[in-house]
């Protein structure tokens, strides 16, 4: 399975910090938010990611994120020259999904919890149909809304319903087989002129073959798109991490406890970092070997 980030956008409701820097190269705490859904993938398991951006930001997620190597991941680049919905990312990395399943994330979603791991692994290992993550929320008109049958089974996806049809919001986390390409490149223009995420969906569910997989219940889920909900993920991700002494969505560390680098690897990142802080933690890491991958 392959991933893609997408983290183009104009990001307006962060004006005016978003018009020198795109947002997912704003800090979330201690580190740029792009980091918080690479993490995520590579949790999956997931080793080949795209990362989907701006011609004018490309550069500098060059500059932070390089090919990958030193993590023992791939990463490959793509524009996106005016944005056009989020199902476009499936046409813009065609070529690099080719006959592949593929996962999608936004590139301001943060996910943390105690099963994230093990849901997103299950989730990485179904190739056939669709699987969509959904956390419950207090306010669920403002965004897509699964239905469900009264069971576990989908019956639609509902875009921002004056009145929520379930309090089961879908999340920018999305995982599917190697028909999305083709799903996506079938689609209309909504109203709003966009090739809807939520229409791909819906189309896995005609199918019969989209999973809507919950959330558990302590497991953190941020879209930090506004002012407030960038606020809101720093602390949190700061409380976590001053509270429990362990980091949210350390590379060096996923990369270390899903076995894309070895110990000499690791030690040489180590050797990489220019605070005594990050050195002795990952040091700790080293010591841990058993230890689960943080998210």
């Known amino acids: ?77 793509a524009e996106q020259q005016s944005p056009e919905g989020i199902a476009q990312a499936f046409i813009i990395g065609k070529d690099f999904v080719g006959s592949d399943a593929c996962a999608l994330i936004l590139g301001d979603n943060i996910f943390f919890g105690p099963n994230l791991g093990g849901q ?37 996806v509902i875009e921002k319903p004056k009145q929520p049809v379930s309090e089961w919001a879908v999340t920018g986390l999305y995982f599917y087989d190697c028909d999305v390409a083709e799903i996506a490149a079938g689609l209309k223009p909504s109203g709003r002129g966009e090739l809807e995420i939520t229409d791909v969906n819906n189309a896995y569910i005609e199918n019969g073959t989209l999973k809507a997989e919950r959330l558990s219940r302590g497991t953190a889920w941020y879209d930090a798109g506004t002012h407030e909900a960038l606020l809101q993920a720093s602390q949190y991700v700061h409380s976590v991490e001053t509270r429990q002494g ?26 990489e970092q220019t605070t005594a802080a990050n050195r002795e933690y990952l040091r700790r890491v080293l010591d841990e070997p058993e230890g689960s991958p943080g998210s």
Not at 123 to 152: H, L, M, Q, W
Not at 257 to 266: E, K, N, S, V, Y
């Open 246 to 271: 362990m980091k949210v969505a350390c590379l060096e560390e996923i990369a270390f406890r899903m076995g894309f680098i070895d110990t000499g690897q690791l030690e040489r990142l180590i050797d």
């Open 1 to 77: 399975m392959k991933g893609i980030v997408l983290a183009g956008g104009v990001a307006t409701r962060l004006y005016p910090v978003t018009l020198a820097v795109s947002k997912q190269l704003l800090p979330v705490y201690d580190k740029p938010m792009i980091f918080y859904p690479l993490s995520t993938l590579m949790l999956a398991g997931i080793r080949e990611i795209l990362v989907i951006t701006t011609p004018r930001d490309a550069g500098l997620f060059k500059i932070l994120l390089g090919d990958g190597s030193r993590l023992g991941i791939a990463i490959e680049y």
């Open 120 to 156: 997103l692994r299950g989730a990485s290992e179904n190739k056939d149909g669709a699987t969509i993550f959904c956390c419950r929320v207090a306010d669920p008109a403002r965004y897509g809304v699964v239905e469900f049958d009264g069971g576990d089974v989908p019956l639609r």
